[in-house]
């Protein structure tokens, strides 16, 4: 087994079980969206579920704004919302994946281990079993961007008994496979950005100038067209993204990559940073090219 580049794994990384190691591995080729949605639904698979479903909302505070929802259940699932809408407000992501980190059983089979929930509740994990999700296990997913949460959930026609041995049997496997293919699925879905949004090569480069904070005139200068074109180009960007404004398109610009994260952003020559040593000692070492590095200060 080698790493996507060809480098042969050494034994200091086979520890994992050979089914999450097999995984990571193959995440790591991954260059698509679609590359690790297929990985998901291929892991879940080869352990009997049938079932994967997978929703990432951009502000859960504002939980219903979905950002993307993929799924393997069939397209029934969307006929049972619009005839049962309110059972929007009892899904997993909605009760628990928005507030919580823990993973949680779900389905049918573990409604006794439920506690007292409300009819709609237990409606939407009946309709759950119809399609198929009898017993699953969902798992909560950050990111880094403050208020972003997902979750995701697999699962299947088991009974109780059965997923119990399939959890103890695999159960690291899954939530740690889950949330490394998150990451890299978020980190895939920024950089089709581009691509989704469908966004020409100059509307990108007007695109990453906003985000360098250049104004108008300046920018109408480094691309050498007129001041009218470039508000015209930012116009047709914003229809293309949905940005209200200048400050979204900024953003816009950071999220997808094409400017640098000025959280991350490298202080001129400075090699450190923020320090934080076992023995209390905190502040910041400043070490620039030909200079002693300064004592960290207390």
């Known amino acids: 087994m080698t790493h996507f580049d060809g480098t042969a794994l050494k034994g200091t990384e086979k520890f994992i079980p050979s089914r999450l190691l097999d995984f990571l591995v193959r995440l790591e080729a991954t260059i698509t969206t679609e590359d690790v949605w297929d990985l998901i639904v291929c892991l879940a698979d080869g352990m009997g579920l049938e079932v994967v479903d997978y929703v990432y909302a951009t502000d859960f505070r504002n939980w219903e704004q979905a950002q993307f929802i993929r799924t393997t259940i069939d397209s029934r699932w969307f006929d049972y919302l619009r005839r049962f809408p309110h059972i929007r407000h009892t899904s997993a992501f909605r009760m628990h994946g928005c507030r919580y980190l823990t993973p949680i059983m779900v389905g049918e089979e573990y409604l006794d281990e439920m506690g007292e929930i409300s009819e709609d509740r237990r409606r939407h994990v009946r309709i759950g079993a119809e399609m198929g999700m009898r017993a699953g296990i969902s798992i909560p997913l950050r990111m880094g961007d403050p208020g972003q949460a997902a979750l995701i959930t697999l699962g299947g026609d088991l009974d109780r008994a059965d997923f119990d041995a399939l959890l103890e049997r695999h159960g690291w496997t899954i939530h740690a496979a889950m949330l490394s293919a998150h990451t890299r699925y978020t980190e895939l879905f920024k950089l089709e950005f581009i691509e989704r949004n469908q966004l020409t090569d100059k509307q990108k480069e007007m695109l990453r100038l906003v985000g360098q904070g250049l104004m108008d005139k300046q920018i109408a200068h480094e691309l050498g067209i007129s001041f009218s074109a470039v508000r015209q180009r930012m116009a047709t960007v914003q229809q293309k993204t949905g940005a209200q404004n200048r400050a979204d398109l900024a953003a816009l610009a950071a999220r ?43």
């Open 256 to 298: 997808a990559g094409l400017v640098s994260d000025p959280l991350l952003r490298a202080h001129g020559d400075d090699l450190t940073v923020f320090l934080c040593t076992g023995d209390g000692k905190t502040g910041t070492e400043v070490r620039r090219p030909g200079a002693s590095p300064p004592a960290a200060a207390e």
